[in-house]
């Protein structure tokens, strides 16, 4: 693959969250917790770069100013802007919605959560699919509400996302919370994040991913990375995990 395969596609990075579910009374946002002397923000442009993105936009909000000067000390060639979203104590959405102009650019968008620790072999895997939109999913998926389902039928279709899943289908596994989306579906992914910043603000993103899902499932496609390494945090056992089982295998890879 070329370093400039993918030099089209705009990154969009969610950062702009308290974290309190971390209770260890950091006052850093997620994205520049450090593993091994480096940021996830610094790991996430490594990937982006790696994978032949060029342009990353960040979507602040909580000690925006933290992110900013990290962003601007960073060695790399990403093209970095920040987002602001003054209204961070809502639902993830308002962040959403906030990057909108990136959204409605007509290129395609890599939408990420910024709170993941994981092998960059992902973005490649998620850039290089061949469906119109692509997701990740993890069959290993982890127990209780809090992860993110994505269900499947039969047939392969998506038939549902969330963390409380209507419909079950025949198997489901754990997205990875990195999306690639086409330039007419980050349009209308801009679209719904308006509408709920609108009508129900305290709503997560992916709903409104779930709808475009839900009515198209045809336009979307899911890359297995079961076999990769990966870990979202949200919570202090997280850290830990990230830290002594996610890393060492990471570093491994080097």
Same mark, same amino acid.
């Given at each position: 693959m070329s370093s400039d395969h993918h030099r089209d596609v705009a990154a969009v990075? $969610?950062? !702009? /969250?308290?974290? #309190? #579910?971390? /209770?260890?009374?950091?006052p850093r946002p997620k994205v520049l917790l450090e593993f091994a002397g480096r940021s996830l923000l610094e790991r996430h442009c490594d990937a982006l770069t790696h994978a032949g993105v060029g342009e990353l936009a960040i979507v602040v909000g909580f000690e925006a100013g933290q992110i900013r000067a990290a962003a601007g000390a960073l060695s790399t060639p990403l093209a970095i802007r920040l987002i602001e979203n003054p209204r961070f104590t809502e639902g993830s959405v308002v962040s959403l919605a906030a990057a909108g102009p990136v959204l409605r !650019? /007509?290129?395609p968008v890599a939408l990420m959560d910024g709170d993941? $620790?994981?092998?960059r072999e992902m973005l490649t895997r998620m850039l290089a699919s061949p469906a119109e939109n692509a997701l990740l999913v993890d069959r290993e998926l982890e127990p209780g509400d809090e992860? &993110?389902? $994505?269900?499947? /039928?039969?047939d392969g279709r998506i038939v549902d996302f969330r963390k409380r899943p209507e419909h079950p289908g025949a198997w489901h596994g754990e997205s990875v919370g990195f999306f690639r989306f086409s330039p007419a579906m980050a349009g209308a992914l801009a679209d719904r994040g308006d509408?709920?910043?609108?009508?129900?603000?305290?709503? @997560?993103? @992916?709903e409104a991913i779930r709808d475009l899902m839900l009515a198209e499932p045809g336009r979307f496609g899911a890359e297995d990375v079961t076999d990769l390494a990966w870990t979202e945090i949200d919570f202090? @056992?997280? &850290? &830990?995990k990230a830290r002594e089982v996610i890393l060492p295998k990471l570093e491994a890879l080097t």
């Open positions: 990075l $969610l950062a !702009a /969250g308290v974290g #309190r #579910r971390l /209770g260890q009374g950091d !650019a /007509g290129r993941v $620790l994981y092998d992860p &993110v389902k $994505l269900c499947f /039928g039969d509408h709920y910043v609108a009508k129900a603000p305290n709503t @997560e993103y @992916e202090a @056992e997280d &850290v &830990v």
